[in-house]
């Protein structure tokens, strides 16, 4: 377990059912690298540190499983999914081309509205103290991609996005702190806003497709770092 930055305290909101809480919970924890790639999940102590039953922590484990973030195995129980830099990057790499796919395809239906709220986005993402916020950041990206992978709801389209890209966004709070990410994020958001801005469905293609391309870069240098497979 890593990043004292994460409390390990579980915090179930009013109106909100404790199974519903404790996959937020752990979903986070497993997002913010508390948990690190490869460990395991023992139900027992992790049930008597938060003081709940097995039977909702089994329940998110479960779901975390579907969404590729964990690996159940019979017998031996749950570990969190681990995954090498360069499969990393070649997860990018797909996601790239899945979603400069959409790019292309929604470049010319994007109304004013949202390209000026994915200036807005962008702006906000620019901020130093925004940038010092990781769990802000990613959020805020994910409306900025979401913008236009959603455009014209092409639900296949879209379900393979989520399939790709879900299992990337545990590795993002470990790679904000890669030397030059959020700097290329930021280059990048611009290409493709500039692409948008012109209704150029093309360019937006290739101005996504680079995006992805470099940080999937970026991020199989920075994880081969600090952590190994």
Known sequence: ??????????????????????????????????????????????????????????????????????????????????????????????????????AYLNAGSLSKEDIDRMREIEVVLEDEECQRDYERWLKLNIEFHNTYILGKKKSLLTRLLEQRTKPLGRYWYLGCTSPGMLDSCISGHRNILEAFSRKDAEAARKAVEEHLFDVGRLMRKHLGRIFVI
Do not use: C, D, H, W
Request: net charge positive.
């Open 1 to 102: 377990m890593s990043n004292g930055s994460f409390e390990f305290k579980l915090v179930v909101k009013k109106g909100e059912s404790i199974e519903k809480s404790v996959y937020k919970f752990f979903r986070k924890a497993v997002f913010s690298g508390y948990f690190q790639p490869g460990e395991r999940l023992i139900e027992s102590s992790l049930a008597e540190k938060l003081n709940i039953s097995r039977t909702p922590l089994r329940e998110a484990i479960k779901r975390l499983e579907t969404e590729g973030l964990v690996k159940i195995t019979p017998n031996k129980g749950a570990t969190v999914l681990k995954s090498s830099p360069e499969e990393i990057e070649e997860m990018y790499f797909i996601a790239g081309v899945l979603e400069g796919l959409a």
